[in-house]
């Protein structure tokens, strides 16, 4: 099982907490898209033959900025290079405002079965602070008109934490979200990454960052909500009704392989990591001129366990013990046991069924818990 | 001998010692402009970056005045009070000594204390008004205070700059003028004074020293009279800027002699050297067996590393032989070192040839002064380590080490240190105007208060305008209890400390608060507790961190999570774990820095 990323690096205008690696120039849009085709066929033997390819996701960026004709050329290429006919999922990340009914019927005639639709909030003034340019009606219109297109399987992302948001304006958000049928729900508590509008905001102190008490309560009525709605809880950030797991992501968590195309998406193949140049123009120079685009890092066996207990640990299911034995030997298991172990009594881990998860409790704390899990 | 000057230079800290010694080697071309640099003599890496000096260095010098040849032996001391044993040898190595005076600064309490032990030793002094190129140099006011300290004549005050070379012939011309040449009886039985050694990883242990009588040569069989031990003078010579090896050394004469000694503890600077055959009477006098007085833990991060800090502490002590260490162990840090040091800037220096020379990882803990407690059963201990005292009830009495104090300030700050030494438990003895505006404070106070930051606070109180210098005065009896801290209920042994019973529930409180600073919050709630016995005097609480979550994995990009994890997991290696607490190395020090 593998899967293929495809990253659109262009944005309208950058949200103030978003430090992704994207565009505003939509100039450069169509040169980058002959050059994303010409890197489908320069790696169109990355993956090993034999693995079979079950997810494709569009992200980004907003690829839902590509129009007709760009993803008609990027989906031929991708049928002309890989094997697309074991697809099982096939997701597109579209902003609400750009939703209309050209864009699904170009999605659904590229077989996308998928949407992630980055809604955030379903209040206009926090909106306004993210940067976003939807508003609240635009995204509820814009997950009815999917609906109506036959989409049966919609993903929301949604914010947390944000600093002028209220308990109350939360749980409205999260009701709002349930009531509209939605198949999955990916919640983000907000953080401010060095470099983005916020965090400068943030240390000429503009705005505040929410403390830690009503972080924990916002994330509490996020698990209450959903949780009661039907929703289960497969990942730390992640929400789906039963069978609706994003497949294309779990495929990170899980260990298999996935190819990663456009500048700045990520490759994994089991022995290496690497990544694509982050800018637009070097990435298309650099393939253009037949150069180097991309940096490949060769994983260490304590950077593969590393990885493995990282991805692991966020999934429901937690680290599989016999898993990790197999793969890195009885003395990783040991030790694993053994860095487990405060946290168990602590009631921030729980081991059963050889398998070890996080609890709600260690959900939280799960940055420090993974520190102390891996190996350096 | 009648041409043989033996003269040191001393001064308050920074007056500029060595770099006046520099404009004496040029001008005497003892240095050539190609082997010229600042603070020549500062030979050590350490006193290159620091700028101090930290060894006293010795070297020979020809000087032609009036048509005669003259051998001048110049030793340059250091003005840290930590040395002050070895500046006094070296003092007692002379006939004359350059008191030096940084003319911005006027007289400080280096200056007072090097003073004393000049004329003490009767050398000849020369006062030297430094640095008078500067802007900020105060002539007048400065010439006061020295004719007022010194009884001399203004015209005797040279008057210099070793940055310019201002007064530097005037210097050498009183050198050759003022100063008597060495007294001493060539055909006397052999009396050398060492006066320093160094260690050299090629020749082993090099001795400094002065011939006070009789004659020496090559391949004699020397005996050291305070340690008993024989060797042959393998080689003896003197000191330009290298070693020059002679056949023959006599009395007035300033040299080294290498005799295989190994390590540096059979060098005790003080000692008298004399002939093993016609040996001398007596050893020249004011020998003392250096003794460290504050004591603090040593202890390698990762306790597999002990073995390494030990062979590290052995070489250390090659050459510095007033580093003591004994092996201990301790309930949190696992096994270390006892250490002995001169006092705080050593302490420091140890520490911090551990990590540049040897790349250990080191904690250090709260400093502790030696304590006299005397048992019911009559016996003394001494104790330099909380851990060591016995049970109260074993306990007769306890008295602390004090010194005797001089604090000279600027009168605009003496309400603020005399605070400052009402707090420390300090007495105040007298006090003497040295100018209209400066004073000189004397002080009686308990050593265990000052060793710690009492001369930082000092220092910043006076905005740099105070100097401090001291010496032990004697026991007294005090009332001191033994302060423990607990993390999460477990006494922590490394963070105990012996403190006044008066201050103990004021330091315990601020221990804690300090510790809540220091120790980063961890996933569990800390308790932070101070106990006297099983008295709880004090405690704080570090809440447990409940949200940490930071950059998400978006896109299959595991790297940089991952990267971020190892690198604050690497972060946290140089914590010491503490039960289930981490704590941070520079806690078990800075947890006594109380503001
Ligand atoms: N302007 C000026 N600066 C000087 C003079 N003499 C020394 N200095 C500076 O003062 C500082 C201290 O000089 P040192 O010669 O190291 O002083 P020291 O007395 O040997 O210091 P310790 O050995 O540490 O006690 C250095 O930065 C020198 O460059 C001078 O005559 N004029
Ligand atoms: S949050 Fe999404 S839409 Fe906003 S700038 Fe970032 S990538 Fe673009
Ligand atoms: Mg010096």
Known sequence: ?376 | MKNIRNFCIIAHIDHGKSTLADRLLEETSTVTGKEMQAQVLDNMDLERERGITIKSHAIQMNYIYEGEKYVLNLIDTPGHVDFSYEVSRSIAACEGALLIVDTTQGIQAQTISNLYMAIEHDLEIIPIMNKMDMDSAMPEEVEDQIVELLGCKSDEIIKASGKTGLGIQEILQAIVKRIHPPKGDPEAPLQCLVFDSVFNSFRGIITYMKIENGTIRKGDLVKFFNTGKEYFADEIGVLRLGMEPREELRCGDVGYIISGIKVSKEVKVGDTITHVKRPCEKGIEGFEEVKPMVFAGIYPIDSEDFEDLRASMEKLQLNDASLTFEAESSAALGFGFRCGFLGMLHMEIVQERLDREFDMDVITTIPNVQYKIYTRKNEVLDVHNPSGMPDITLIDRIEEPYIRASIITRTDFIGSIMSLCLGKRGELIKQDYISSNRIELIYDMPMGEIVFDFYDKLKSISKGYASFDYHISGFRPSKLVKLDILLNGESVDALSSLTHFDNAVTIGRRMCEKLRELIPRQQFDIAIQAAIGSKIIARETIKAVRKDVTAKCYGGDISRKRKLLEKQKKGKKRMKQIGSVEVPQKAFMEVLKLD
């Not at chain 1, 129009?67 to 031929?76: P, R």
């Open chain 1, 1 to 376: 099982m593998a899967g293929i990323y495809i990253h659109i690096p262009f944005c309208k205008q950058r949200c103030g907490y978003c430090d992704f690696y994207s565009h505003t120039n939509l100039q450069l849009k169509q040169r980058y898209v002959d050059t994303l085709c010409k890197e489908i066929e320069l790696r169109k033997h990355y993956l090993a033959p034999n693995e079979t390819i079950e997810t494709l996701y569009f992200g980004g960026g907003t690829p839902s900025l590509l129009n007709t004709s760009d993803f008609e050329q990027i989906y031929n290429a991708l049928s002309t290079h890989f094997s697309l006919h074991n697809l099982v999922e096939i997701t597109v990340e579209v902003n609400p405002d750009d939703v209309n009914d050209l864009l699904l019927d170009t999605l659904k005639s590229i077989s996308c079965n998928r949407l992630s639709m980055g809604i955030q909030s379903f209040f206009d003034h926090e909106l306004t602070v993210l940067g976003r340019r939807h508003t609240a009606q635009q995204a509820i219109e814009a997950v009815n008109l999917a609906q109506q297109h036959g989409f049966s399987n919609i993903s929301i992302d949604l914010m947390y934490a944000l600093p002028n948001q209220t308990i109350q304006t939360w749980r409205e958000t999260l009701k709002l979200a349930i009531s509209m049928n939605v198949q999955h729900i990916s919640a983000y508590h907000l953080t401010y990454e060095p470099g983005t509008l916020f965090y400068k905001q943030k240390t000429n102190k503009i705005i505040t960052e929410k403390d830690e008490e009503e972080s924990i309560q916002l994330y509490e009525i996020l698990i209450q909500s959903l949780t009661e709605a039907g929703y289960n809880q497969y990942e730390i950030s992640n929400f789906s009704l039963p069978c609706y797991e994003s497949k294309h992501n779990s495929s990170y968590w899980k260990n298999t392989p996935y190819i990663g195309l456009g500048a700045s998406a990520h490759s994994y193949n089991i022995a290496s990591r690497q990544w694509n140049i982050a800018s637009v123009i070097t990435y298309c120079k650099q393939i253009e001129e037949n150069k180097s685009f991309f940096e490949i890092e060769f994983l260490t066996e304590k950077e593969k366990y590393n990885d493995f207990i990282i991805t692991s640990l966020r999934t429901s299911k937690g680290v599989d013990l016999q898993k990790l034995t197999t793969l890195f030997g009885e003395k990783s298991r040991s030790y694993f046991i053994q860095q487990c172990q405060p946290y168990v009594h602590t009631n921030m881990l729980c081991e059963k069924d050889n398998f070890v998860r996080l609890t709600q409790k260690g959900i939280f704390v799960s940055d420090s818990i993974l520190e102390t899990l891996i190996d350096v």
